[in-house]
C-alpha cells in the first residue's frame, strides 16, 4: 500500500471541502506537460459516502468539464444500474479520478495520469471527506494507489478477488471500450460480479446523505 494513504480515512483536516475544490480547480502544477492545458475534473461533497475513483479525463471530459461524459460512462452507469441523475448527484457521489486533467495521448490511448496530482491531493481530499465508506477503484491506475501490495499478481486476480477488499474499497476494470477484449475473456465478471457490486453500490446509496 503506498505510505501516502491509509484504508482508513485520516481525522478531518481543517481545510473545508469547498476551499480545497477550489485550490485544485485552480491547479497548475503540470501545466507544461499538459497538452490541452489545465482542467482539473472532480466532484465532491462533504455528504456523498461513494467515491468513484476512475483514471483521468479523455479529450471529451476535458472539453465538456462533465466526469464520465463518454462511452465509459455510459458502460459504468449501466454496470452500476444507476440513471444520470443519480449518478451526478455529488450529495451522494463525489467523482475524483487519479489525474485531474486530461494527460495527453498516447499510442496505445491516453497516457497514465500524472503522478505529481495524486502526491499533492489525494491525501488532503480523504482528509476533507471522511464520510466516505466505499470506493470503486475503476481501473489499474487506481487499484494500484489504494491496494498497492494488496492487490492480486494481476489486475484479472484483484476483480475476482473483489470480496477481500470491498466493499471500502472495490476493485474493477476499467470500462473503456479498450476494455471489450478483456470483458469478452472474462464474462464471470459481468455475469457475477457486477450484480454484486450493483448490490453493495446501491445499499450504499440509499443510506443517504
Not at 38 to 45: C, I, K, M, T
Not at 100 to 109: I, M, S, V
Not at 143 to 157: F, M, P, S, V
Request: glycine share 6%; proline share 10%; net charge positive.
Amino acid at each position: 500500500m503506498p505510505e501516502q494513504f491509509s484504508l482508513f480515512n485520516e481525522p478531518a483536516s481543517p481545510t473545508l471541502l469547498p476551499d480545497l475544490l477550489k485550490e485544485i480547480r485552480a491547479c497548475t502544477l503540470c501545466a507544461e506537460f499538459l497538452p490541452l492545458g489545465p482542467r482539473p475534473v472532480l466532484r465532491a461533497s462533504e455528504t456523498a459516502r461513494i467515491m468513484i475513483v476512475g483514471q483521468a479525463p479523455g479529450t471529451r471530459v476535458h472539453a465538456t468539464g462533465i466526469p464520465w461524459n463518454d462511452a465509459s460512462g455510459e458502460r459504468l452507469r449501466i454496470w452500476l444500474n444507476v440513471t444520470k441523475e443519480e449518478f451526478y448527484d455529488e450529495s451522494k457521489i463525489s467523482i475524483a479520478p487519479m489525474g485531474f486533467c486530461y494527460p495527453g495521448k498516447a499510442d496505445w490511448g491516453d497516457l497514465p495520469p500524472r503522478k505529481e496530482c495524486a502526491a499533492t491531493w489525494r491525501v488532503k481530499l480523504h482528509e476533507a471527506t471522511p464520510q466516505i465508506s466505499m470506493k470503486l477503484l475503476v481501473g489499474a491506475y487506481a487499484i494500484d494507489y489504494y491496494l498497492g501490495k494488496r492487490q492480486r499478481k494481476t489486475l484479472t486476480e484483484t476483480v475476482r478477488h473483489f470480496r477481500d477488499y470491498a466493499p471500502a474499497l472495490f476493485p474493477m476494470p476499467h470500462p473503456s471500450p479498450r476494455n471489450n477484449i478483456w470483458l469478452k475473456k472474462n464474462p464471470w465478471f459481468e455475469a457475477e460480479i457486477v450484480p454484486e457490486l450493483q448490490t453493495m453500490f446501491l445499499t450504499r446509496l440509499a443510506q443517504g446523505v
